[in-house]
Structure formats: C-alpha cells, structure tokens
C-alpha cells in the first residue's frame, strides 16, 4: 500500500517509519525541509520525500494522488512563535482539503486524552483538529494517548531531569493529577495495527497501559527504577506561570512547552473503555517496563527519535537551506587551524562533541553560556544529543542545530539557537592536507551585537584556542 506520513522529524513519525517500511508499504514522507531527513538510514527503496508546509497552500500539489492512507501527526504545541491553536486549525484544515482530492480511505490522526468539559488549549487545539479531520471524505481513525514513555520522548525527558537531578523536590499541586502513561512500544504498534483496518474507520480510541498514577508516583517509581531516593513535598502556592519557569529551568523543554505541558496537566488523562488492544491483538506494557526499556535503548546509543528533532526553534522555519550558505560580509570570525596526526580519530571527536562528551575545552565557561541562555528565554546546554556518536542535518546539539555532517567531506557545520543579538555559526573542516580547520562566524545585528561580539571577545580565545587543540590531540 501506498501511505503519506507526516511529521517525519517528528518524535512519532520516526519510530513509525521503519514499522511500516518493514510492513511491506510504500512511504511517502511529508518534509518541511527535505535537507533535514537522511533516507539513506532507512536503506529501502520504498520510501520518497516531498517537500509540504500545510501552512503555505501551495506545496500541497505536491502530495500523490494514488495513496492509499494517511497519518496525521502534525503538532504545534512546542512553537515559540504565533497561535498555536490557529496554526493546528489551519494546517488541519489543509490537510483535509487535500487528502479528499486522492485516493486515500483512510486518515489515521494521533491525538490526545479528552476526558474533561474543561481542557487546556493543548487539549482543546487536539478535539478541535480531530473535528476537522472528522468532516472529510474520508474514514478518520483517531487514537488519543496520554503520558508517551519513551527514550527520548518529552515527557520521559522531563521525568528523568527531575528525578535525577533533584534529591528533593517542592512541587506544584497538579503533581496529584491521575494520568494513565504508555510506552513508545505500544503507541507504535496501535498506529500500524489500525492501518486500513476497516473496523477502526469512523471510530476513536483512547490507548494507554495498564497503570493509572499521578505524576508524583510517577517520579517516584522512576527514581525506584533508578536506584534513587527521593522525596517530593506538594504545595498549593505554586502557580501556572511558577510551574512553567520550574520546569524550564530544571529540565530540558522550552519555555512554551513548559507552559502547555503544565496547563495540560492539570487535567486527568485516563482512558475510556474499548476494544482496539484486543481487536489488535496488542500486550500493554507497563511503567516500569516501559522505563527499563528507554533506558536500554538509551544505554545501547540507538535513540531513534528524540523530542528535540521538531522544528521548534523560530530560527529555522524557513529550512536549514537559508542558513547552509555562511556569510562572510558584515561578520566577525574567529578562524583558527591546526595539523592533525590521526584523521579518523579526529573525525570521531567531532561527530562526538556536545552532550555529555562536552565540547573538548572550558565546560564551566560552556555550562555559564547555557545558564545564561535559559535565563534570557533560550534553549540552555540540556537538550545534549540524542546519539552520542552519530549526528544528521536537524539534530539538536545542546544550543546548536546541525546544518552539515558530512563525513565523506569531512565537514560539520553548526547554526546557534541560542538568544543572540546576531546569528552565529561553528565549523569544523579537515582538508586533504590533514589541517583541522575551525572558524567561528558570527553576524551581528545592530550595535548590541557588535558589543555582544566584544564583549565576549576574551573568553572566544580562550574557549575556541582551546578546542581545537584538545580535538587535534588524538
């Protein structure tokens, strides 16, 4: 069969595509930017990429007429710029304008637990784009999950940077909100079970596992998992906006993020009765297991998919193709090169670098610049990286995004997503000659980042001499 996904940078969408390439289908992925998805990993030739923004109208022409379904799994929860709710309605709205111009039977669309008359606008941008969806020509099939556990899902993240890094925790009363979690594992075996499965067409599911806990048991019995004691006191006094910062600045999530996920929490997410796991023949998996289960994926360095793969930095709406080409009038550049003895163990160091192998030179000074960055509403050092030895154009690394990794032309360009008055770019290059080269750009806007770029002038030469020396030193 032939079937359209979207969202392929996604967290979901990555975990899917294998399962239905395995499957025997034929994938036709929906890419922003087509520059950020390396198919060549999936080693199929039954997949294609197109090219499709569901926000500009005239990519859509683009989107085959002869498919046979669908997958919805578009969000814009974690944008930083305009109304995310209007942006799912629009996209939404496109989508299903277009679909029921193919041959397509059926839209499969991954939503969320809706169990309240008052839902917070996560939830209710979720009811409204399954509205949407519903009003097609086509059959829509929707399945609502809650709490996704799962290496490098957002929620797992978020988790596992409270639990490890705060022996005691004062929290926010909606830690007491009952939700019912579900492993990565089962979400993505519901996805490809309902596929033109004519029992599920006009129906929706609520999917989730076998334990029903509220969040703070949920930290608890990750950190039991663990081998770590913690204690978690709950008070009344913390308010929406206090919770938010809380959980931007301990963990790794976005501040807009922060603030949807914790208006989303304050509402129970249990699933309502159905048939589909028995329809499907699926076995739930529960927390713990789901737990242990990240972390073998995690310790073994085969993270698939990470939360941080969306595109949710404003920076790069456009495609990672309007920053590839470096300027070079109106910058400042710091360019320094050296002699390398061994080309492969270099090579390895930079696919390396960032996350917890750090950056070669001056952590501290790294670790004040991502402090500083969360503290002025940017990214931070802890969104690490997803692999600690394999990097693709789109990947996060800590507050930069991958432009270029190229190892057959021994290249690695990075874009700064941190809060800049400018727009910065690192570089690393090795030449025929054996000469690292590394070059450090940096366009300033206006007379703030003209002072900026001085300002910081000292700890650059520190920082950049350093570097590059201990990456030299095989």
């Known amino acids: 069969m032939k079937i359209l996904l979207t ?36 080693n199929s030739d039954r997949i294609s990429i ?13 989107i085959p007429v002869d498919i046979d379904a669908a997958y919805y799994l578009i969000h814009s929860m974690s944008t930083s710029t305009g109304d995310f709710e209007a942006m799912e309605a629009i996209a939404a709205t496109r989508f299903r304008d277009r679909i029921q111009q193919t041959q397509a039977r059926q839209v499969i669309y991954l939503s969320g637990i809706v169990n309240e008359e008052t839902l917070s606008k996560h939830l209710t941008s979720r009811k409204n784009v399954e509205q949407i969806l519903g009003s097609g020509s086509f ?5 609502r999950a809650g709490i996704i556990i799962g290496a490098g899902s957002a929620s797992f993240e978020i988790i596992r940077d409270l639990v490890e890094k705060l022996p005691v925790m004062i929290a926010p009363r909606w830690l007491n909100t009952r939700s019912q979690p579900i492993a990565i594992r089962n979400v993505i ?28 048991q949920m930290l608890l019995e990750f950190a039991r998992v663990r ?11 913390m308010t929406p906006k206090l ?20 208006d989303s929490m304050k509402v129970e997410v249990i699933c309502k009765a159905n048939n589909l796991q028995e329809l499907l023949g699926i076995v739930p998996v529960n927390y713990e297991d789901a737990i242990k289960e990240a972390f073998t994926i995690t310790e073994q360095d085969q993270v698939p998919s990470s939360w941080t793969d969306a595109l949710t930095s404003p920076i790069l709406t456009d495609g990672i193709s309007k920053h590839i080409s470096v300027p070079v009038h109106g910058c400042f550049v710091d360019y320094r090169k050296t002699r390398i003895d061994d080309c492969e163990k270099v090579m390895r160091k930079l696919w390396s670098i960032g996350g917890t192998k750090g950056w070669y030179y001056g952590e501290w000074l790294w670790g004040i610049r991502g402090f500083m960055d969360k503290l002025f509403g940017g990214v931070g050092l802890r969104r690490g990286r997803k692999n600690q030895h394999e990097l693709s154009p789109g990947d996060t690394l800590d507050f930069w995004r991958v432009l270029i990794a190229d190892k057959a032309e021994k290249r690695l360009l990075l874009y700064a997503e941190m809060k800049l008055p400018g727009e910065a770019w690192l570089e690393f290059s090795i030449d025929k000659q054996s000469i690292l080269h590394q070059t450090a750009t940096f366009r300033p806007l206006g007379l703030w980042g003209r002072l900026y770029w001085y300002s ?7 920082i950049f001499r350093g570097m590059i020396r201990n990456i030299a030193r095989a």
């Open 50 to 62: 197109i090219e499709v923004d569901f926000l500009k109208t005239e990519t859509l022409k683009d």
């Open 189 to 216: 075996e519901f996805l490809s079970g309902v596929l033109l499965n004519e029992q599920t067409y006009n129906n929706s599911y609520d999917i989730g596992g076998p334990d029903i806990l509220t969040y703070k």
């Open 139 to 143: 059959s829509l099939t929707t399945l």
């Open 456 to 462: 910081v002038l000292p700890f650059h030469g520190l």
């Open 7 to 42: 969202g392929v940078t996604g967290y979901i969408a990555k975990r899917l595509l294998p399962v239905l390439l395995a499957e025997g289908h034929e994938v036709v992925c929906c890419v922003r930017d087509r520059k950020r998805f390396d198919t060549s990993r999936y």
């Open 243 to 262: 919770s938010s910062y809380w959980l931007y600045f301990i963990t790794s999530t976005s501040y807009s993020l922060a603030q949807n996920l914790v």
């Open 227 to 237: 081998g770590l004691k913690r204690s978690i006191g709950v008070v009344p006094v």
